[in-house]
């Protein structure tokens, strides 16, 4: 029996009463993530039951139990209190996926402040905006990221401390940087976890806008109780489940669900801080005997394309529940799964705005291979008009994604950035900014996103952050940067140039910008194909046309070019 | 020619993605599987090889498991420069 039961039943009697009776909340009470993620496991008689499973390079491995994630947590809470951080400060983590990230997560929380994670393969650039913004008071790193930091540091007033968790002693720490060494240090028995209450801040994550820089969505301490019960009947997750979440948390997923949901509901989580292959990850899943996995479309796609005979080398039979987000699961990809799993990748939608799982595809429920399922029980959806914001009532027909706000795990704000959160709600809806329809039963289809902001195997990359480094490279004029069709990713950047006077294009200018925006942003902004032309399509009044270029990627319509400017 | 190659691309490797690493790398590291490199970094490593050896790398053959390794790069080069 799934934990959802009858997805119609849940859906006629919801209330998210459900999620606060079972872990124990009343309106009013204190709730702090770090502490039911930790203590009140062990309160439950769990201090024993491993909540890590921890593989690294190099056949590194580590395990941590519930009374260990409790005793840690206090440890690095305890630290970053004599350091003098107190309740809304905001902590940076800075690190590869190794344990310290996961545990310091929860000791951020406890002690009332704010937690940033930001992708550890982030480049100067895309650090520094996220923590200027921010006015982030520490940062957590380790000595593979130190150049990094080292490099922004000066530029960075509100930065107080870089906790270094590797410092192998080889080399001085500099300004501002103090080691600290989790799995030796003294661990700390007592740590009075800060009261937050529903409404108090706990999560910082960075997401990227159409046109201005990235925007910090802010969530509080009451997301919890969405997360917790999603995770419970969209992942289905059990008392005696290895679950493996292959998410980042540099990324809202891997927060969401790689660290609170299934820590919250006492379940043993896997963690890979390895590159990724097929063999690899066959492996991992038979050696720990992982049973649910919540992975996404670019994984999954590179697996179908590592071919089916690979699978036969590994006992994969402990897989019960599979799922998936961060871009449209193609139908393929479903059907693949059954064909060779014997278990069907369950889609689900949601974005770090919303902070937990939407629409999805549920444990007993027909999947429609292709689809996104249904809304979450208690989640009002609609697809609305994109001009009135009406709701749409004819099925089939396409429209925006909207949702009434009111779930717990809503974004609060963004931060300090008020006029854009104001922005995404238009007749009382949250808009996401993405296109569907919705069939007869009732089943939500993508379309795509309503904006240029690119989705690129699961991670947004917005257009204007990477024009803007572009511009910051000596050969280039302006640049017009849309999304390219790419099996793997769904979506890769291409970035269209005009050359300043004296500058050839050449295949070494072309690596040379690459290499450019990879260091400066991400490797995932990084244009993997660049095309060099004399102008960019502009409207009369000298907006890029990036539909334009777009369109010509995709093999689409260019449509109206009624507004473009004369050669 | 097989050692001038390897000895490139090593030293490319080392320049451009292991700026700030401590840890050494061989010609037998796992880069993709290993984490050196991520898939999205892998297509600047393809240009790189494309442009110095004046070659054409096909997709289907510049997989995770071509790129695996110093060693597994060079067989790859090797392969499309004897095409030539």
């Known amino acids: 029996m799934h934990n959802i039961g009858s997805y119609d039943e849940r859906a006629k009697n919801f209330s998210w009463d459900i999620s606060e009776k079972e872990l124990g909340y009343q309106p009013g009470d204190n709730i702090n993530i770090g502490w039911y993620c930790t203590d009140r496991i062990c309160d439950m008689g769990k201090a024993e039951k491993t909540a890590l499973i921890w593989e690294g390079l190099g056949g590194k491995h580590k395990q941590y139990t519930y009374n260990d994630l409790r005793l840690l947590s206090n440890t690095i809470a305890g630290f970053l209190t ?15 996926r190794i344990p310290e990230l996961y545990i310091g997560f929860v000791g951020i929380l406890k002690t009332g402040a704010i937690a940033q994670p930001l992708f550890s393969a982030f480049g100067e650039e895309s650090l520094i905006v996220r923590l200027e913004n921010a006015e982030t008071k520490a940062i957590i790193t380790q000595k593979k990221h130190l150049g990094k930091v080292r490099k922004i540091v000066d530029k960075l007033p509100y930065l107080k401390h870089i906790i270094v968790v590797d410092d192998p002693g080889k080399a001085p720490l500099q300004q501002l940087e103090i080691a600290f060494d989790m799995d030796n240090a003294e661990r700390l028995e007592h740590y009075e ?63 969401s669900y790689g660290i609170i949901s299934p820590w919250a509901l006492g379940v043993t989580q896997c963690v890979n801080d390895i590159g990724f292959s097929a063999d690899a990850w066959y492996s991992f899943i038979e050696k720990h005997r992982i049973s649910v996995w919540y992975s996404a479309p670019t994984a999954i796609r590179s697996l179908m394309k590592a071919g089916d005979e690979v699978i036969k080398k590994y006992d994969l039979s402990s897989l019960r529940h599979l799922a998936s987000v961060g871009e449209p699961l193609n139908a393929e990809a479903v059907i693949w799964s059954d064909k060779v799993f014997g278990l069907k990748f369950h889609d689900s939608y949601w974005q770090t705005e919303t902070g937990s799982i939407m629409i999805s595809n549920y444990p ?52 300090n950035n008020e006029q ?14 993405d296109r569907a329809y919705i069939d007869p039963e009732g089943y939500f289809w993508f379309v795509g996103r309503d904006d240029d902001i690119i989705n ?3 991670h947004l990359v917005s ?15 302006e640049s017009a940067v849309v999304s390219k069709p790419d099996f793997v990713n769904m979506e890769v950047v291409k970035a269209f140039v005009c050359l300043k006077p004296g500058y050839e294009a050449t295949p070494e200018l072309n690596l040379e910008i690459m290499n450019f925006i990879r260091k400066k942003l991400s490797p995932l902004a990084m244009p993997q194909d660049i095309e060099y032309i004399p102008n960019l399509p502009k409207t009369r009044s000298g907006k890029i046309m990036r539909r334009m270029l777009k369109a010509q990627e995709w093999g689409e319509e260019i449509g109206d070019t009624s507004t473009l400017e004369d050669d | 020619m097989r050692d001038k190659i390897r000895e490139v691309v090593l030293d490319y490797v080392i320049k451009e ?52 390794t110093v060693e597994n790069i060079t067989d790859l080069v090797i392969e499309f420069l004897d095409k030539k």
């Not at chain 1, 257009?463 to 004029?477: G, I």
């Not at chain 2, 061989?26 to 790189?48: E, N, P």
């Open chain 1, 456 to 458: 690129t195997g699961g």
């Open chain 1, 463 to 477: 257009p204007f952050e990477v024009e803007s480094a572009l511009l910051e490279h000596p050969a280039v004029a």
């Open chain 1, 193 to 255: 976890v800060y009261p937050t209450k529903a409404e108090s801040p706990s999560v910082l994550h960075y997401t990227s806008g159409t046109t201005g820089m990235p925007k910090g969505v802010k969530h509080v301490h009451y997301s919890l109780i969405s997360q917790y019960l999603t995770a419970k009947w969209v992942l289905d997750l059990k008392e005696n489940d290895i679950y493996w979440c292959t998410a980042d948390p540099g990324w809202v997923t891997g927060t």
């Open chain 1, 364 to 415: 007993g429920m027909p999947i429609k291979a292709g689809s996104m399922g249904k809304p979450f029980p208690g989640v009002v959806s609609a697809v609305v008009d994109p001009e009135s914001y009406e709701e749409i009532n004819d099925t089939g027909k396409i429209g925006l994604i909207a949702f009434r706000p009111g779930w717990p795990a809503m974004m609060r704000m963004y931060w």
């Open chain 1, 420 to 433: 854009v959160y104001k922005a995404k709600f238009n007749n009382g809806w949250y808009i996401p900014g």
């Open chain 2, 17 to 68: 993605y292991m700026e700030d690493q401590d840890e050494e790398i061989t010609y037998d590291t796992a880069l993709i599987s290993g984490g050196f490199i991520d898939s999205f970094s892998m297509v600047s490593l393809k240009v790189f090889l494309e442009t110095k050896y004046q070659i054409k790398l096909p997709d289907d053959k510049a997989t995770p498991e071509a790129f695996d």
């Open chain 1, 82 to 96: 004599s350091l003098g951080i107190v309740a809304e400060d905001r902590v940076c983590i800075f690190l590869d």
